[in-house]
């Protein structure tokens, strides 16, 4: 039987709707189904770690959960991370999936559609930008993020970041190596206000 459609939709609903520790907890419900009882192990050791973390509850077993966290990662973390590996230089596991990401500009504008499509990835840092800026603002994948740290770009920068609308929803900006002016900087704190860092 192909469980490759269960899980694709399993995965869309986790990136859809990012916040709900529910449909992650579905997911590892499945996975373990599927004989895969480390991996869903995992999800569900982050998912009630970072809930009691969070509210400062039962703190000894949320550390011994990390440390359950740490020890599941030593063992399966390339693994998991596998398929990326090819393009992301670094990255993060958040309660149980991939969620922060590290690659080159021109990684993102080739294999955006597809790491975005697997994870639910709320930041990202890209770097060597280069002359694709223009690019990167105009993917709708952005509008997933709460971060966004940029490095290295040349030419129009300000105009590009000001007019995208895929930033709308940014919780932080954060411009790296830009050389940006004062006159652009400004600009820049119109559009973004306190979420952008220079």
């Keep these: 039987m192909n469980s490759w459609p269960a899980e694709i939709s399993l995965l869309r609903t986790i990136i859809d709707q990012p916040d709900d520790d529910t449909a992650r907890l579905i997911y590892a419900d499945w996975l373990e189904e599927q004989g895969q009882q480390a991996r869903s192990e995992f999800i569900r050791v982050q998912v009630e770690a970072t809930d009691l973390f969070r509210r ?3 703190l000894p077993r949320a550390f011994a959960l990390r440390d359950r966290q740490n020890a599941l ?3 399966y973390e390339k693994l998991w991370a596998k398929e990326f590996q090819p393009f992301v230089e670094n990255w993060t596991f958040e309660r149980g999936f991939i969620a922060y990401v590290a690659l080159a500009a021109s990684d993102f504008v080739a294999q955006g559609d597809f790491l975005f499509a697997r994870a639910p990835i709320c930041r990202m840092y890209l770097l060597g930008i280069g002359d694709l800026l223009p690019q990167i603002v105009q993917s709708p994948h952005l509008a ?3 971060t966004l740290y940029l490095r290295g770009a040349v030419g129009e920068i300000t105009s590009h970041l000001a ?3 895929h930033l709308e929803q940014i919780g ?3 411009l790296m190596g830009l050389g940006l002016s004062f006159e652009e900087q400004r600009v820049l704190i119109a559009r973004f206000g306190d979420r952008i860092r220079f």
């Design 163 to 165: 007019k995208t609308p």
């Design 73 to 75: 990662l030593r063992q």
């Design 172 to 174: 932080r900006l954060e």
């Design 144 to 146: 997933r993020l709460n």
């Design 56 to 58: 400062g509850h039962n």
